[in-house]
Every structure is written in structure tokens, then in C-alpha cells.
């Protein structure tokens, strides 16, 4: 006592339901301590000699008065070496067992100075507070689609302006750390300081039990380490981008799959679906896998060819072209053999083949050819004579013909002739061939026209 000036300076905080308040160290009022609560003060030692001090505690030698009302009594540091000038503060904490008034009680602590033992007594009230980490609020279960949004309350027993290490970490039911991080934060006020922090989650975590573990470091020796239980829940989802690579000819329809949730979906959960249409022209597709991991993807594809649509198409055009072609009966084609220009005239010479390609005759044959209006004169030259005439549509040129047998070819001709100066070119139109076939049904078939540029 003669060495260590021993001030009681601090008595801190009192925490009660709520209620934060400091005290003086000597206080004739009554204080509630609510069971099995910490109790705490601070005591100040100062050395004042000009040679360093080793300063031990023995705890259980610390006495209370009324004693019996105390569970257990804590001293931090234990020991500590103070240099000449230097001071420490030492947290004497108290347990109380049960609910009694807190009043100024008479303290004997028993320490070693330099291995000397020695004992001193004071008077201080008992002031209830938690521990360090007084208090974790976080969602007791979530889907890991959003962070972990928590709070922590910490009993500020350093003053104001404390600064406090802050770490925090989420381990699965085998201890294994998912995620982790760090915070520095000061303490502004005696009491409870709340804090709150948000820690990122993978999507794709697994359903289960987890342990949000929260520790504090105070200083080289002042921690706290507390945990609250989170039970991370199942949920499904799916993410899915098509992509398609189609042209005339066919092409690749695909979609890739990616599980963004945190549970195995099994191949049920997704597929490509094809279209009744396409459905008939798959050439090739991919197996899907059976089950489909937490961030796992699958790119699931099918391959169409619309190449028989075209072969289809085609083989029904030449099936068409084919039987009109082998039940052709007659052919009529028509041409200008011959055209000059004399004295300002223009003479054509046409000719019409008529030919019976089928095996059977072709009976009461009419052939008729249009002649151009302007025409000044219609000649029917060759073999066979038309008849000129009149109808709606002008002058015009019949042949008739009884019968012609298969394979068998006619040749008519005609010559016009036109004033040169009226024409610059000569429209000749379609001539047409009506007919009987053996079974006495009636046919009609034109031939092609023709235009006559003069020169």
C-alpha cells in the first residue's frame, strides 16, 4: 500500500432491462442485480516508486462481505509489471446468486508486490452487466438469395472511443468455414453499442444447420467469442437461355440450364421442348444429364433438317409433270419460218405442227390461228388449205383434220402480209387444236405465241 496508489475511478455501467447509467463509486442508493448476471468495476493501480513493480492477484483470496451472495469473483490482468510512472487498469468482476440490493461492500484484495504479499480494502458498489458480446440478432432460417443481414450488441466497458475488432464467420454443421470477414468499429457509449453487419452468401449454399460465430478483440488479452444458430433453407431455381441458329434448310435449337439454386434437380426439372413440326424432322440431339448440381449447367440441343420437305416438294412436282407428260395426247407448237420486207411490206410465212404423241387416234381435229389485225392480207399456203374468216377477235384461219394417228405430225402454213410503215413488230397470238380422243372425249390445247420484231 505504501508503493501502489490504488484509486477507484471508474465504477462503469449499469445495465438494466434497458437502462444504462454510470455511477459514482460511492452510492448510499439501492441497485437491483438480476441473477446470475456479471458485476464489474474497474480499480486503477499507479506506480509512484522510480523502480518497475510486478503486481500478481490471488482470486481466491478476494473476498467479498456477505460473501454468500456471490457465485464467483474474476480478476483481469491477474498480473502485470508497471513501470516506474506507468498505471494499469484491472476489471474485478462478480457473479452474483441470486437478486439482491447492489450498495457499497467492503472488498479485501489480496495481490503480490514483487513477491511480497499484501491485501487492501475498499469500498465499491457491485453494478450488474453481460458479457463483452451481449447479444446476436439474426433470421433464425433464410434462403441464400440475399445476405445474412445481423446485428451485435457489445457491452462497452472500455469508454468512449474504443476502438474493437470485430470478426465474424458462418461454418457448416462440420465446422468448415463458408464464409468470413471483418469489421473495425469504435465504441461510443458506456453501455450497449449496437453494430450491424451484412456477410454476401453463395446461392448456391446448401441446405442445413449453420453457426454465425461473432468475436471480439478488446486488446491483447480483452475477448469474447459468442454464436447464433441459422438454418439455411431449400429452394429451386433456374436460370435458362435459349439459343437458336435456324435457316431455310433446317438449323440447331438449344437452351443452356444452369441450377441457381441449392438443391440437385433432377432431369425432370428441365428440357427443350420441340414443337409438334419440328418434332418430325430431328436428325440428332443431345442426352440430358440425370440430375443437375447447385451451379451446375447443362446445354441441352436438338439438330432439325427440313431437307425432306424439299425432296417431298420436289418428287411431287416431277410425279405431276410426269403424268401430265405421259398423258399428253397432242402437241401444237407454232414458229415463223420465213419474214422479209419488200416495197414497204412485210410478208411472214408461220407454220403449225400439230402431233399426236399419244398410242391412241385423235379424232375431228380443228385447228384455228388468229391473224394479227393490222394484217392487209391472210394466204393459206402448203398441203393443207385453211379456211380465213371472221370472228370476235378479227380474222382468223381454220384447218380441220378427221383424224391423226399416233406419232403422227401435221404441218399448216399461212403467209400474212402488213404495211410496213404501220408495224414495228408483229404480235402473233396462240393457235389452238380441239379434238376427240378413241373414247370420244373433247380436248382442247393451245399452242405457243409469238412476237416478230421488224427491223
Request: glycine share 6%; with cysteine; hydrophobic share 40%.
Amino acid at each position: 500500500m505504501r508503493k501502489i496508489g490504488i484509486a477507484i475511478f471508474l465504477s462503469l455501467l449499469l445495465l438494466s432491462v434497458g437502462t444504462v447509467s454510470a455511477l459514482q463509486p460511492v452510492s448510499g442508493q439501492p441497485i437491483t442485480i438480476p441473477s446470475n448476471s456479471n458485476s464489474f468495476f474497474n480499480i486503477g493501480f499507479y506506480n509512484n516508486q522510480t523502480y518497475s513493480e510486478n503486481i500478481s492477484f490471488d482470486v481466491g483470496l478476494t473476498k467479498i462481505e456477505n460473501e454468500g451472495y456471490f457465485l464467483s469473483i474474476g480478476i483481469k490482468p491477474l498480473s502485470f509489471v508497471l513501470a516506474s510512472g506507468e498505471s494499469e487498469n484491472v476489471l474485478f468482476s462478480f457473479v452474483p446468486n441470486g437478486d439482491i440490493s447492489s450498495y457499497p461492500v467492503t472488498i479485501n484484495v489480496y495481490y503480490t508486490e514483487n513477491n511480497v504479499s499484501s491485501y487492501f480494502n475498499f469500498f465499491a458498489p457491485i453494478v450488474p452487466v453481460y458479457d463483452l458480446i451481449y447479444k446476436i440478432s439474426a433470421p433464425a432460417s433464410m434462403k441464400p438469395v440475399e445476405p445474412l443481414n445481423f446485428n451485435v450488441s457489445l457491452q462497452n466497458i472500455l469508454g468512449q472511443g474504443a476502438n474493437v475488432t470485430l470478426s465474424y464467420e458462418l461454418n457448416n454443421s462440420n465446422n468448415q468455414k463458408v464464409v468470413a470477414s471483418s469489421s473495425q468499429v469504435t465504441l461510443s457509449t458506456l453501455g450497449l453499442d449496437q453494430f450491424s453487419f451484412s456477410l454476401p452468401l453463395n446461392r448456391n449454399l446448401a441446405p442445413g444447420t449453420y453457426n454465425l460465430s461473432i468475436s471480439t478483440n478488446y486488446g491483447t488479452e480483452e475477448k469474447a467469442v459468442n454464436y447464433t444458430v441459422i438454418e439455411i433453407l431449400p429452394y429451386v431455381s433456374l436460370s435458362k437461355v435459349s439459343s437458336n441458329n435456324i435457316n431455310l434448310f433446317g438449323g440447331t435449337y438449344s437452351v443452356t440450364v444452369v441450377n441457381t439454386g441449392n438443391e440437385n434437380l433432377s432431369a425432370g426439372n428441365f428440357s427443350l421442348s420441340v414443337s409438334q413440326f419440328n418434332s418430325a424432322f430431328i436428325i440428332s440431339k443431345t442426352a440430358t444429364v440425370a440430375s443437375l448440381a447447385p451451379g451446375q449447367s447443362v446445354t441441352i440441343s436438338y439438330t432439325v433438317s427440313y431437307l425432306p420437305i424439299y425432296l417431298i416438294v420436289a418428287i411431287i412436282i416431277i410425279a405431276i409433270f410426269t403424268f401430265f407428260y405421259l398423258n399428253r395426247k397432242l402437241v401444237i407448237s407454232k414458229e415463223v419460218v420465213e419474214h422479209k420486207v419488200v416495197g414497204g411490206f412485210v410478208d411472214v410465212k408461220i407454220a403449225l405442227k400439230i402431233r399426236n404423241v399419244s398410242k391412241k387416234v385423235l379424232k375431228d381435229l380443228v385447228i384455228v390461228d388468229y391473224v394479227p389485225a393490222h394484217a392487209l392480207k391472210v394466204s393459206s399456203i402448203g398441203p393443207k388449205e385453211g379456211k380465213i374468216g371472221r370472228s370476235d377477235n378479227g380474222l382468223s384461219i381454220t384447218w380441220r383434220e378427221v383424224e391423226l394417228q399416233p406419232n403422227d405430225e401435221i404441218l399448216l402454213m399461212y403467209e400474212i402480209k402488213s404495211k410496213l410503215g404501220i408495224v414495228g413488230s408483229i404480235g402473233l397470238r396462240s393457235a389452238s387444236c380441239s379434238f376427240n380422243s378413241a373414247e370420244g372425249k373433247s380436248y382442247k390445247k393451245k399452242s405457243n405465241s409469238l412476237i416478230l420484231n421488224i427491223k
